[in-house]
């Protein structure tokens, strides 16, 4: 039991039992430390009874809800593999991911349950239980008379605590699984490093089927025995309006982009607030600036991913630099290798690479590819193109899969997105690589105006063309409305590859 990730967890609820956890704005609900407790042991106990055992899988496409925490930590305690889906899934992205996983139990939304046992039940999968946004259905039917406890499985801290499916852009979603020192490992250092105590009150208005809502923003609550005010989603007026009672607000730089649009905020509203986070996705230096000028508070901007949790960060007290994900955590490490993993200095830009308590140990049976994935000395290719400086801060300039070849110059996209993005007449851009008869790829820019104003296509090219060399500036700028973004707020540029493949041969031709 004293390694099990619940362990650290039932600190806080036994130190503070009759403390607020979860006030459920929408609801006008709140739960207690114990109420959680009660609810998770009940879970625990119908997922036992079913006959689910140490190590099985559960899956949940579910909407958020104070039950559906209460679901992670029943799995938690008793000795079972976590399994979140996107809600938005539909059904042939659910069946791959049973079928891959091969839960023991399902639960879903009361309304697909038509659709979704079918499915289940092909994949084989023995129970399917539902539970909705607002708690009800038949997980919780089936557990309201259960007692109200019940005593954490005994588990090592190898053993896997959840398992996170990866979004699959360069093929069929793989499952990273995370074991309880993983978990726990991860949970300790953000607690210490971002000084959550049990006075902090955290604004949660992230999705639970991601790791940045389930695992950092509730493990700090968690651990420290803090609080946290819990919206179903993120709504802007809503967030304006509980701002106020919070210390610590999380979220994707779309959260932070939507706020400043909105006059009503200010210093006034942050008035309580000691720490802003943002995750999941590149926070652009502009949008820092901005909301640095307008509030008085620097964001705190951090590196993760579901294979290795949060791995970096700018300081809690010290230089938060914008465009940069600061350093590795406690525990963690990071370097930038070649394409032949060759150590580079400091200030070259290369592959990034980690290694740490954090990190998984290999997808779920794809031995082939965690041999591709990790290094023989145990470090794990991320994916992700970046340099560290001197001083060991770590900035980001793309995923590999991103990076244009040009003539056979390598350009990184983020070097021309930040150019462009100072510009007054843009509000954010993305630069891709598309097929050119002459160059193989050609570096274009899709741009989203300001409201309002009218950027020239020559004028961008022109501004890039007095910061960058010639070949990195775009050789077409194309206006969009908005950029096209996943749930978690990254933008996907394989979209945009798609969307216009053909734009230079169109040229061509014409």
């Known amino acids: 039991m004293e390694q099990s990730f619940f362990a650290l967890i039932a600190r806080s609820i036994e130190r503070y039992p009759d403390k607020t956890v979860l006030e459920e704005v929408d609801r ?49 305690r008793a000795g079972l593999v976590f399994l979140p889906m996107n809600p938005a899934y539909r059904a042939g992205e659910v069946e791959y991911m049973l079928r891959d996983a091969e839960p023991a139990l399902f639960v879903c939304d009361p309304g697909r349950v038509g659709e979704l046992s079918m499915i289940a039940a092909g994949a084989g999968v023995p129970h399917l239980l539902t539970l909705d946004g607002r708690g009800e259905g038949s997980l919780t039917e089936r557990a309201r008379d259960l007692p109200a406890d019940f005593p954490p499985v005994a588990v090592s801290a190898e053993d896997y605590a959840a398992m996170l499916y990866t979004s699959g852009t360069t093929g069929r979603p793989k499952g990273a699984p995370l074991s309880h020192g993983n978990l726990a490992s991860n949970a300790r250092v953000l607690v210490e490093s971002w000084g959550f105590t049990a006075e902090d009150v955290l604004l949660h208005a992230l999705p639970v089927y991601h790791a940045h809502g389930l695992f950092v923003a509730c493990h700090c609550v968690l651990l420290s025995g803090a609080g946290m005010l819990w919206l179903a989603k993120f709504d802007r007026a809503r967030v304006i309006e509980l701002l106020p009672r919070a210390t610590v607000m999380m979220g994707v730089p779309t959260f932070y982009v939507r706020l400043l649009e909105d006059p009503a905020f200010g210093p006034e509203t942050c008035r309580n607030i000691r720490l802003f986070v943002s995750g999941s996705a590149p926070l652009g230096a502009e949008a820092w600036r901005a909301f640095e000028a307008r509030t008085g508070h620097e964001i705190l901007e951090r590196y993760g991913m579901s294979e290795i949790l949060m791995h970096t960060s700018n300081p809690l007290v010290g230089d938060r630099r914008p465009g940069s994900v600061g350093r590795p955590f406690p525990g963690s490490e990071v370097r930038i290798v070649d394409d032949a993993d060759r150590v580079l200095g400091p200030g070259e830009i290369g592959h990034v690479q980690v290694r740490g308590p954090n990190v998984f140990r290999g997808y779920w049976r794809r031995p082939e590819k965690n041999a591709e994935e990790f290094t023989e000395d145990g470090w794990f290719r991320t994916g992700d193109m970046g340099e560290l400086g001197a ?5 980001l300039v793309g995923r590999a899969k991103d990076l244009i070849i040009t003539g056979g110059l390598n350009v990184y996209p983020k070097e021309v997105e930040d150019v462009i993005d100072a510009l007054p007449t843009v509000r954010e851009s993305a630069v891709i690589g598309l097929p050119h008869p002459d160059f193989g790829e050609a570096v274009t820019a899709v741009v989203v105006p300001e409201p309002g104003s009218e950027p020239d296509e020559t004028a961008i090219i022109a501004a890039v063309r007095k910061v960058l060399a010639g070949f990195k500036v775009p050789k077409r700028v194309l206006f969009v409305p908005e950029l096209p973004r996943n749930s978690m707020g990254k933008i996907q540029k394989r979209d945009l590859r798609e969307r216009f493949a053909e734009l230079y041969r169109r040229h061509e031709k014409a």
């Open 28 to 76: 006008g609900t709140a739960l207690t430390y114990r109420d959680l407790d009660r609810i998770s042991a009940r879970f625990a106990r119908l997922a036992t009874e079913l006959g689910l055992r140490r190590g099985d899988r559960v899956a949940a496409q579910v909407a958020k809800s104070p039950e559906a925490l209460a679901l992670y930590l029943a799995c938690l």
């Open 391 to 395: 001083d060991g801060y770590l900035t």
